[in-house]
T-cell receptor, first 115, second 112 residues
Framework: GAVVSQHPSRVICKSGTSVKIECRSL??????MFWYRQFPKQSLMLMAT?????????EQGVEKDKFLINHASLTLSTLTVTSAHPEDSSFYIC???????????FGEGSRLTVL | GDSVTQMEGPVTLSEEAFLTINCTYT??????LFWYVQYPGEGLQLLLK?????DKGSNKGFEATYRKETTSFHLEKGSVQVSDSAVYFC???????????FGEGTQLTVNP
């Protein structure tokens, strides 16, 4: 089946630094990718929707200057957490929608810890 | 807006027990409904889905029926296994079929 891979799976950084998380569709072209944030024991919260070659659409309450999303190709989207702070520590998950079926495939998630 | 409410966890069962995880939703129109499963250390995987009222989704012994009259999509399995231990998420999609709204997730632990 279709595979979506995230990298890194875990990252620890110091407060004030920026962290980039990659989301790749390995065997299909993803016209649309979604970024979610998951807090412990809570549901996934949609942060933004990105379409290849255009600006991401952010959900209400999500700071677009804080969470930079780039979907430069049909197989890669990146989420950059800028000037990270401890409250940004979370599990970030991406999903990708295939061109033909529209079915969603999820990455393994990336756990960010900001010290 | 759209919302999904799941039965609170965690749920702990013995192997071969019957499983029910309740899920109710609020949505405009006629959403598609999904159950996703997240095994430890892995991403979400689609378990089953139903796209219209009275449809039954099934996979790996799990079933859920789209009940429009009760706005529910409860997940059931007749005999759980240790390998079913995971977090289960109920979700609905908007008309595009891609934008998902998730429930809170229910942690299931099955003991041998």
């Amino acid at each position: 089946g279709a595979v979506v891979s995230q990298h890194p799976s875990r990252v620890i950084c110091k407060s004030g630094t920026s962290v980039k998380i990659e989301c790749r569709s390995l065997d299909f072209q993803a016209t649309t990718m979604f970024w979610y944030r998951q807090f412990p024991k809570q549901s996934l919260m949609l942060m933004a929707t990105s379409n290849e070659g255009s600006k991401a659409t952010y959900e209400q309450g999500v700071e677009k200057d804080k969470f930079l999303i780039n979907h430069a190709s049909l197989t890669l989207s990146t989420l950059t957490v800028t000037s990270a702070h401890p409250e940004d520590s979370s599990f970030y998950i991406c999903s990708a929608s295939g061109q033909n079926t529209g079915e969603l495939f999820f990455g393994e998630g990336s756990r960010l810890t900001v010290l | 807006g759209d919302s999904v409410t799941q039965m609170e966890g965690p749920v702990t069962l013995s192997e071969e027990a019957f499983l029910t995880i309740n899920c109710t939703y609020t949505a405009t129109g006629y959403p598609s409904l999904f159950w996703y499963v997240q095994y430890p250390g892995e991403g979400l995987q689609l378990l089953l889905k139903a796209t219209k009222a009275d449809d039954k989704g099934s996979n790996k012994g799990f079933e859920a029926t789209y009940r429009k009259e009760t706005t529910s999509f409860h997940l059931e399995k007749g005999s759980v296994q240790v390998s079913d231990s995971a977090v289960y998420f109920c979700a609905l999609s908007d008309r595009s079929g891609s934008r998902l709204t998730f429930g809170e997730g229910t942690q299931l632990t099955v003991n041998p």
